[in-house]
């Protein structure tokens, strides 16, 4: 599992995400936090989901705010997992309101 936020105090899941991964043996979490400090326990920097290794038969759902999304789309066929076993939800402020 890859989580990313601006610091530590932002990962409004970051304890529900370590029990999950802690529930699946198989499981991993990697945070990382743009505004690190010291002891926060992720790496400094955006979410590089070429960091961790992928298993194979991966089915990935991305969830985040759309540059976000923009910004990993295609990361993850890069990486060899195919369209069909790609997901998302976006989540923030509808970018769209307020347009004509």
């Known amino acids: 599992m890859v989580d990313a936020d601006r ?3 932002d990962h409004g ?3 529900q995400l370590r029990r999950l991964v802690d ?3 198989a499981a991993s979490l990697h945070l990382w936090c743009e505004e690190q400090r010291a002891g926060d326990g992720a790496a400094a ?3 590089d989901i070429g960091v961790p290794d992928l298993p194979e038969m991966l089915a990935a759902h991305r969830y985040g705010p759309l540059p ?3 910004a990993v789309r295609g990361d993850l066929p890069r990486l060899g997992v195919p369209a069909v076993d ?3 939800d976006v989540s923030g402020p509808d970018l769209w309101l307020g347009q004509k």
């Open 68 to 70: 976000f999304m923009r």
């Open 86 to 88: 790609i997901h998302h």
């Open 23 to 25: 529930a699946c043996p």
């Open 13 to 15: 899941h970051r304890e």
């Open 7 to 9: 610091g530590a105090a």
């Open 45 to 47: 920097g955006r979410a």
